[in-house]
């Protein structure tokens, strides 16, 4: 399930109650915060970045500046928040989400500072890239 980049904590406690009530119990449910957030091709990334930077998100002095450290971890800030959301509303049942965390195979940084800051880590289960291979400089 994709969480649009927009969605408050009532509408991410209303859609996990509603997979909750519908979906198999058999079934594991793949959670993912938004499309791409990590650039800002996408509206999403746009308001990673936005809310990064008004959060103080960035730690500074990183490789790509304080508005693109602020945008990654605020990935892994929101990603967070939504897991935690969701295992509250599975309660007993919350083994059956997996979290997982939109990054990109070609610029590993990116995916180190996403887990990295502020702890990120400890909520995100599994790393989905993109299959973009090779980089672009323009």
Sequence with gaps: FNIPYNADDEFVREMAALVLSTLRKDVKVYLEWTNEAWHTGFEGG??????????????????????????????????????????????????????????????????????SCHGAYKDIDVIGVAPYFGGYDP
């Design 46 to 115: 746009k308001y990673a970045q936005l809310q990064g930077l008004q959060l103080g998100l960035q730690l500074g002095g990183w490789y790509g500046g304080d508005a693109n450290e602020a945008r990654i971890c605020y990935i892994g800030y929101r990603t967070g928040q939504i897991a935690r959301i969701w295992r509250e509303v599975f309660g007993a049942e919350a083994d059956r989400i997996v979290v997982v965390a939109a990054t990109q195979g070609v610029w590993t940084i990116v995916t180190d500072k996403l887990l």
